[in-house]
T-cell receptor, first 114, second 111 residues
Framework: NAGVMQNPRHLVRRRGQEARLRCSPM?????VYWYRQLPEEGLKFMVY????????ESGMPKERFSAEFPKEGPSILRIQQVVRGDSAAYFC????????????FGPGTRLLVL | GNSVTQMEGPVTLSEEAFLTINCTYT??????LFWYVQYPGEGLQLLLK?????DKGSNKGFEATYRKETTSFHLEKGSVQVSDSAVYFC??????????FGTGTSLTVIP
């Protein structure tokens, strides 16, 4: 049973470009969570999605960031017009049920904005 | 608000030494508490958890006890190995959706 998959593992963008981060949850999991880990900080919750629905986006910056989890395919975290401050590790986690305590994490995507 | 405070690292220990990584929390309700471990280049893996006061989580020789009176969940291991070198994150979970993580403590174990 494959774990949570994220790609790319490393992404380099210039300021003003778009970054697309993909997350495929564990098989049978329909709940996806995105976290951001800034340098020297812990992980911060960004958004929680279920298939085709955003359940909680209280941790998402109001501008330039969006997330989706379509009926088919991976969850996508999209950052438009990236700035240097977006450089971070972005982790995706999945769970089977809503409210399940254990979330399974992917290896993360390390975004570097030049 | 809800937050987790972890002992700052990095921590360097010799093999077979005793490990303690302190973790305290503030929470508006009754959280579940977790320790996650992140090996180099990998994602977070659940190490252990405790869901209510006085519960003890344990795994791979690591232990942590949920102490409501001191709002703590310190991680301990009696004898560390080189393979335990990693970053350890303490976390709490309240609503079933959202985790709050500490900043992580880097542990290096030298032979």
């Amino acid at each position: 049973n494959a774990g949570v998959m994220q790609n790319p593992r490393h992404l380099v963008r210039r300021r003003g470009q778009e970054a697309r981060l993909r997350c495929s949850p564990m098989k049978g999991h329909s709940h996806v969570y995105w976290y951001r880990q800034l340098p020297e900080e812990g992980l911060k919750f960004m958004v929680y999605l279920q298939k085709e629905n955003i359940i909680d986006e209280s941790g998402m910056p109001k501008e330039r960031f969006s997330a989706e989890f379509p009926k088919e395919g991976p969850s996508i975290l999209r950052i438009q017009q990236v700035v240097r401050g977006d450089s971070a590790a972005y982790f995706c986690a999945s769970s089977q049920y809503r409210g399940e305590e254990t979330q399974y994490f992917g290896p993360g995507t390390r975004l570097l904005v030049l | 608000g809800n937050s987790v405070t972890q002992m700052e690292g990095p921590v360097t220990l010799s093999e077979e030494a005793f490990l303690t990584i302190n973790c305290t929390y503030t929470a508006t309700g009754y959280p579940s508490l977790f320790w996650y471990v992140q090996y180099p280049g990998e994602g977070l893996q659940l190490l252990l958890k405790a869901t209510k006061a006085d519960d003890k989580g344990s795994n791979k020789g690591f232990e942590a006890t949920y102490r409501k009176e001191t709002t703590s969940f310190h991680l301990e291991k009696g004898s560390v190995q080189v393979s335990d070198s990693a970053v350890y994150f303490c976390a709490l979970e309240l609503t079933g959706n959202q985790f709050y993580f500490g900043t992580g403590t880097s542990l290096t174990v030298i032979p």
